[in-house]
């Protein structure tokens, strides 16, 4: 049975937040952890909703891309490897 | 117009000097038309040569609005001393399939890069995409609106997506393509939209289509997944071509060597003898190939285009995890499968995409290539287990030297007793 994307929004945020205490920016693979009883897939559109919703934001070296909680990332400071 | 400040740049001015056109001329015109962020770009570089490191800072959270990628963000380290590049963001733009538009549209979309961006462009970068060098934060958003409303076209992919897929011209323009390489790259990018823009994947991951073996796009050493065209009947014969070559009538190559004389077209030195399976020869005056040897190397059918033609039965074989050099080198595709017949809606193929990219996805490291999780956790195992195929012998490297590498115990009669650590007291590993 799909996970229900409302239950799932709110177990990646409270992810988020209690990750983001310690590393601002995550991997994807780091929010499947959020629920790993779900679906990738299914954790994919909870997190893109999360994005649509400005409650996430997408942070991008343009090789690697990661997920921060609104406003937990400085766009001015961050750097990061990059090809 | 503002005043216009042009830094000094004497080690950049070294690089005019050269035979061939310069970067550096190419700005300072386009800084002396009253661009000056053109300046300020060649100062920061010569700058950056002065202290042998770079003064880009890179990443953040530019993008457009719900896109996880196409935006790749750029910002001076020295913005005081180079105002006008303080951001200056790169777009990555889908290029159309084969790149064909034509001149209205390059100069639209030129006129429109003029007055949002720097006007400075990349045609077109390695993955394919048009790339529209710096604009500021503040028009991303408008920058992808027009390119949307007014274009039609997309932002391509960056960071850890789907990458803009790319395809040689194909039928268009090529008669050996074997493959309409164009459907099947608009089809890709449209099926993945979701891949393309909203990252899932632990890096990138490429898709490139080539039409035939001579591979233009160079598939084979650049994507996750080569589609490569192909054929499995046998390579088509006009034996009365042939003798006209062997007779001068037909320049060989397709005239592409005649700058100089080269001599007689030798048949035997210059096809037969080079042919890597050896399996072309002379029986009288007529041509023979033994196809089954084939292994479309494209050598002879390169040399005699009129004479010898691709087979009709065409498809695609699909290789797996090539990669520039960031963990343990460079990496060629690996053979996965060695023909499908890739007919649209190219259900075959996707299937089999989402046995790799679920895998992947589980398993894969963070910034781990397709070609290094099959490296890190075994071919045999990605063939047989994750995409449920039955092993050839070319999927294997050396199948002389080691006939054994998909047995598995319960495979084997009585299976097998093996002591690690006895084995290791024996032998170094």
């Known amino acids: ?83 | 117009m503002a005043d216009l400040k042009k830094h000094d740049t004497p080690l950049l001015d070294e690089l005019k000097k050269g035979p061939f056109p310069s970067f550096v001329d190419d700005l300072e015109t386009r800084g002396k038309g009253g661009v000056q962020c053109c300046y300020d770009l060649l100062g920061q570089l010569e700058l950056s040569y002065v202290h042998k490191e770079t003064h880009w800072k890179h990443g953040g959270i530019v993008g457009v609005f719900g896109y996880g990628g196409g935006v790749i963000g750029r910002y001076s380290d020295a913005p005081e001393q180079f105002p006008t590049i303080a951001h200056f963001h790169t777009l990555r733009v889908n290029q159309p399939a084969s790149k064909f538009y034509n001149s209205k549209f390059l100069n639209k979309l030129c006129d429109m890069w003029d007055h949002r961006g720097s006007g400075v462009t990349n045609f077109h970068g390695s993955t394919g995409d048009m790339i529209l060098i710096g604009t500021s934060t503040d028009e991303l958003e408008p920058t992808f609106y027009d390119l949307s409303h007014q274009f039609d076209m997309d932002l391509g992919g960056s960071g850890s997506n789907l990458r803009t897929p790319a395809c040689c011209m194909g039928k268009a323009r090529c008669e050996y393509s074997c493959l309409d390489t164009q459907a099947i790259c608009y089809d890709l990018t449209m099926t993945y939209q979701d891949e393309l823009h909203r990252p899932a994947f632990p890096y990138k991951f490429k898709f490139k289509v080539s039409g035939c073996p001579n591979d233009c796009v160079a598939a084979i050493a650049r994507s996750c997944t080569s589609i490569i065209g192909t054929w499995r009947d046998n390579i088509r014969i006009d034996q009365k071509a042939v003798q006209a070559y062997v007779g001068g009538e037909i320049p060989p190559n397709a005239g592409a060597f005649s700058d100089r004389d080269w001599g007689a077209f030798d048949l035997q030195k210059e096809v037969i003898d080079l042919c890597p399976s050896g399996c072309m020869y002379m029986d009288g005056n007529d041509l023979k190939i033994d196809d089954r040897e084939c292994t479309r190397c494209m050598h002879c059918i390169n040399v005699m285009p009129s004479a010898l033609r691709t087979g009709v039965d065409c498809g695609a074989t699909i290789l797996n995890g090539a990669k520039a050099p960031i963990l343990e080198g460079a990496q060629m595709s690996t053979l996965i499968i060695p023909f499908i017949k890739m007919e649209y809606p190219y259900e075959e193929f996707k299937d089999y995409v989402d046995l790799m990219w679920d895998w992947w996805m589980e398993e894969g490291k963070n910034r781990e290539r397709l070609g290094e999780l099959i490296q890190r956790q075994g071919l045999a195992h990605y063939i047989v287990d994750i995409l449920g195929r039955e092993p050839i012998p070319q999927h294997v490297k050396e199948p002389r030297s080691n006939p054994y590498p998909f047995w598995k115990e319960e495979e084997v009669p009585g299976g097998w007793k093996r002591n690690l650590a006895d084995f290791r007291a024996r032998h170094l590993a």
């Open chain 1, 1 to 83: 049975m799909a996970a229900d994307i409302e239950e799932l929004k709110k177990k990646v945020l409270d992810y988020m937040a209690k990750k983001s205490k310690f590393k601002p920016k995550m991997y994807f693979k780091d929010l499947c952890k959020a629920d790993e009883s779900a679906k990738m897939r299914e954790i994919k559109k909870a997190a893109s909703a999360l994005v649509q919703e400005e409650k996430v934001e997408y942070w991008s070296s343009g090789s690697t891309t990661l997920y921060s909680l609104k406003g937990a990332s400085s766009k001015e400071t961050d750097t990061f490897e990059h090809d």
